[in-house]
C-alpha cells in the first residue's frame, strides 16, 4: 500500500513538472525556467519541512503526516490548476513543497522504521521498489491527460487521484505503536548497530552522511535534467540520446531488485560503497570508448542510483537506530533537497562550458562519496572491534 501510495506521490510531484511546465508556460505567459524556479522553490520548502514532518512520524507514527500530505498534495495541485500568474504558480509549488516534505521517500522510510524497528531494510527495498515505476507511469499518464484536457485539468486530476486512491491506501496503513512502547523497543534493538559510536564519531557519521546524500542527490537530479544533452555532446543522434536516456528508469529499478535478492543480506554500507562507484564507472567507460559505451553508463548510472535510493533509508537506521530516526532522517536530507534544487541549474553550467567532460565532475564527486562512506566504514569497524574485546 505504502508503496503504491508513494508512486503517486512521485508521479504527481517530482516527475511533473517534465512534462507540463511546457503547456503551462505558454499559457500564463512565462518562461519554462520560471515554472523549473518554482520546482526548485518545492524542493526547498520540503528541506525545511522534513526534519518537522519526520519529529511528528517519531510521535504519532506515518499513518496520520502521510494522510495529511495526501490532502496537502490535492490542494497543491488543485491550486496550480487555476494558476493565471507567476506568483499563483509559486505559491502553488510552495504548498506543493509541504507536502513533498512530509510525503515522499523520508516519510515513507520513517513510517516503515517506526513499524518494524531495526527490521525495517527489507520493507524500505519494497517501497522503493513501487516507486521506482513513478517516472514510467507519471510520464505517459500526464502526457496523456494534457491532451485529453489540458494541463490544468491534468493538475485536477492527480489531485483527484490522491483523494480517491492515494488517501484510502495511507488510512489502511497500520498504527504505529505507543511512542513510549516504541521507544522501548528501539533501545532494545541498538545492540549491535552503530549506537555505540563516541559522541564525536556519531557527529562525523552524520556529516559523512549527510554529504553522501547530497552528492546522490545532485547527481540524480542532474542526470535527469542533462542525461539526453550530454549524450548528444558526446555525439550520439537524438534519436539514440533518448533512447539510452530512458534506459536509466528500467535500470533503477533493477538495482532495487539486485538489492532485495542478491544483496539483502549484504552490510548496507557495502551495498551503498558498491553503488557509489556505479556512476563514476559508467562515466569513465564514455569518457575512453564514447558513444558505444552509452548504453553502459546510462545502466551503471541507474543501478547505482536505485540502490542508493534505498542506502539512503537504510544506512541511517544502520547506524543511529530506530530511536527519533524520522527527525534524524529530515535533518540529514536538508542538504540533499538545498543541492537537489540547485542541481540542474549548477550543472547545466558545467556542461555548456566543457561538453561531455561534465562528466568527470559527477564522476569526481560519486568518487568523494564512496570515500566518505570507507571513512564511516572504518569507525564502524573500531566500534565493532572494541565491542569484541570487551
Known amino acids: 500500500m505504502l508503496g503504491v501510495a508513494q508512486t503517486l506521490s512521485w508521479a504527481s510531484s517530482y516527475y511533473l513538472p517534465a512534462v507540463l511546465a511546457g503547456a503551462i508556460s505558454k499559457d ?43 490532502v496537502v498534495f490535492a490542494a497543491g495541485l488543485a491550486a496550480l490548476s487555476q494558476a493565471t500568474h507567476a506568483n499563483h504558480v509559486f505559491a502553488a509549488w510552495a504548498l506543493m513543497g509541504l507536502a513533498m516534505g512530509s510525503g515522499l521517500y523520508e516519510a515513507a522510510f520513517a513510517t516503515v522504521v517506526r513499524l518494524y524497528g531495526q527490521d525495517a531494510r527489507r520493507s524500505i527495498t519494497g517501497v522503493t521498489l513501487f516507486a521506482g515505476f513513478a517516472s514510467t507511469v507519471g510520464w505517459p499518464l500526464s502526457a496523456y491527460l494534457e491532451n485529453a484536457v489540458g494541463w490544468r485539468g491534468a493538475c485536477l486530476a492527480w489531485a483527484a487521484l490522491h483523494l480517491v486512491i492515494g488517501l484510502p491506501l495511507n488510512v489502511l496503513l497500520p498504527r504505529a505503536p505507543r511512542a513510549d512502547q516504541a521507544s522501548k523497543e528501539a533501545t532494545g534493538a541498538e545492540r549491535g548497530t552503530g549506537a555505540g559510536l563516541a559522541p564525536a564519531q556519531q557527529r562525523r557519521a552524520a556529516v559523512l552522511m549527510a554529504y553522501v546524500f547530497a552528492v546522490t542527490w545532485f547527481i540524480s537530479t542532474a542526470m535527469a535534467a542533462h542525461l539526453p544533452e550530454l549524450l548528444l555532446a558526446s555525439g550520439a543522434t537524438l534519436a539514440v540520446a533518448v533512447g539510452i536516456a530512458a534506459l536509466v528508469g528500467p535500470a533503477q529499478v533493477a538495482g532495487r531488485v539486485i538489492e532485495f535478492t542478491f544483496l539483502k543480506r549484504a552490510h548496507p554500507l557495502f551495498s551503498a560503497r558498491l553503488a557509489t562507484l556505479a556512476h563514476p564507472l559508467g562515466a569513465l567507460g564514455l569518457g575512453l570508448v564514447g558513444t558505444s559505451a552509452a548504453a553502459a553508463f546510462a545502466v551503471l548510472h541507474g543501478l547505482g542510483n536505485g540502490i542508493l535510493t534505498i542506502a539512503i533509508g537504510t544506512l541511517p537506521l544502520l547506524i543511529f537506530g530506530a530511536k527519533g530516526y524520522g527527525q534524524r532522517q529530515g535533518f540529514l536530507m536538508v542538504p540533499a533537497r538545498i543541492v537537489q534544487a540547485g542541481a540542474p541549474f549548477l550543472f547545466g553550467l558545467a556542461v555548456e562550458r566543457w561538453g561531455d567532460s561534465a562528466l568527470w565532475f559527477s564522476a569526481l564527486l560519486g568518487l568523494s562519496a564512496c570515500l566518505a562512506l570507507v571513512v564511516m566504514t572504518a569507525d564502524m569497524s573500531k566500534v565493532s572491534r572494541a565491542a569484541e574485546v570487551h
Open 28 to 70: 500564463i505567459g512565462v518562461s519554462t525556467s520560471t515554472v523549473f524556479g518554482a520546482f526548485s522553490v518545492a524542493l526547498l520548502v520540503a528541506a525545511g519541512i522534513g526534519p518537522v514532518a519526520g519529529r511528528l512520524i517519531d510521535r504519532l507514527g506515518g499513518r496520520p503526516v502521510l494522510i495529511v500530505s495526501n
